[in-house]
């Protein structure tokens, strides 16, 4: 393995690149200035080949004699949240914040490509790194991939990392096999018949069907699942009715699901299904059930995580898996990939807030060891 070169002016490249991409963060599939900001960063590395997918971006850095194709990729997206912390650095688009460490993500790829550049002769596989829009919610990757992102050249292993506030700065996630959920977003609604509250007997009403269903969703992790298998089933929000005298007509309900088994995730649906069948005949509403988004679960590639222990020995950890979702699945559907949780909680300089949140921050620091891993990985001859 070719020792990493990573110096201080690396060191302070990405934090200049991290914080100019913190400023300006962008809704999924609108990632233009991020994208430009890539493009421009990428011109001075000079790779074989750049081309944009969509708003995501493709560099391709081809080895002398290469043994294979490694792909590792960033995500580009930011949150629809109002950044709160007052940092020199922090979100110029008003309602919006990169609150989940994409800007981090970004940075490290950007910065592995100056190192791929100055590096050319030692490498041993094809580098390519993949720019990613729409991960929170519009699952990006599959446009990407329907674009060509794992082909041109044909991809062997694709690679991904992730911030995490729950693991310890200088530490490195790393889990063979489920390591993130299965996630779907489904909306259900309810469509009942309205009348004055004082003549309910002429009614169907939609509000009281909904609250009905609530409850017996709870049944199906209760007692349609198998105990030994992990299973979320959440309605986060119900908004129906017109005032407080009218039965109510009609009801949204949004929820989702998590698993990390792709068995689970359907009896999950199907049941959600029967229920609301069970609802139509027995109340006398109508109900409708519509999927917004379904990733599957990340399942890291035992081979690759076994040897990317070996090669981050002293950084590597175990964590637990998590049910939160992740569209990096979508590459793991078409070659094997392993994707990583790099570790940013940092007690002392009080970045400890979760993902998500508008007080969400990292210290740039955690990302060195982001940018070694996919260092270390790229120039391991026997990675794939």
Request: aromatic share 8%; charged share 20%.
């Amino acid at each position: 393995m070719n020792q990493s070169p990573i110096s201080s002016r690396t060191v302070c490249l990405l934090r200049d690149m991290r914080r100019a991409l913190h400023r300006i963060p962008e809704a999924a599939k609108a990632e233009v200035k991020t994208q430009r900001f890539i493009l421009d960063c990428l011109r001075e590395t000079g790779a074989d080949s750049v081309e944009c997918i969509g708003t995501g971006v493709k560099a391709v850095f081809l080895a002398p004699e290469p043994r294979g194709t490694l792909c590792f990729r960033a995500d580009m997206d930011g949150l629809c949240i109002p950044e709160e912390n007052d940092a020199a650095y922090a979100s110029q688009a008003p309602g919006f914040m990169h609150a989940c460490g994409h800007d981090g993500h970004m940075a490290v790829l950007l910065a592995f490509a100056g190192l791929l550049g100055t590096s050319r002769a030692k490498m041993v596989h094809n580098i390519v790194l993949l720019f990613q829009p729409a991960e929170e919610s519009m699952g990006g990757a599959k446009g990407m991939i329907e674009g060509g992102a794992l082909n041109g050249p044909k991809a062997d292993a694709v690679f991904g990392l992730h911030l995490m506030p729950h693991i310890k700065q200088g530490c490195i996630g790393i889990r063979a096999g489920a390591v993130m959920a299965a996630a779907s977003e489904f909306d259900i609604t309810i469509y009942g018949r309205s009348t004055h509250a004082a003549l309910p007997h002429e009614s169907v009403d939609a509000l009281l069907a909904a609250s009905h269903l609530v409850v017996q969703l709870q049944g199906i992790v209760a007692r349609n699942t198998d105990p030994f298998e992990a299973c979320v089933l959440a309605v986060g929000k119900i908004a129906g009715g017109e005032a407080r005298n009218i039965v109510a007509r009609e009801v949204l309900m949004q929820g989702t699901t998590r698993s990390y088994s792709q068995a689970v995730y359907e009896n999950t649906r199907c049941r959600i299904k029967a229920l609301l069948s069970g609802l139509e005949l027995g109340m006398g509403v109508t109900a409708a059930f519509t999927e917004n988004m379904y990733y599957p679960p990340v399942v890291n590639d035992e081979t690759l995580a076994f040897k990317a222990r070996v090669l981050l020995e002293e950084l590597a950890i175990e964590p637990a898996p998590l049910m939160m979702g992740e569209d990096f699945s979508f590459y793991q559907r078409e070659v094997p990939g392993l994707f990583m949780f790099l570790g940013c909680r940092n007690e002392e300089k009080g970045f400890v807030h979760a993902l998500h949140t508008p007080h969400f921050d990292f210290d740039e620091e955690a990302l060195v060891f982001g940018l070694e891993a996919f260092w270390r990985i790229a120039f391991c001859e026997g990675m794939v």
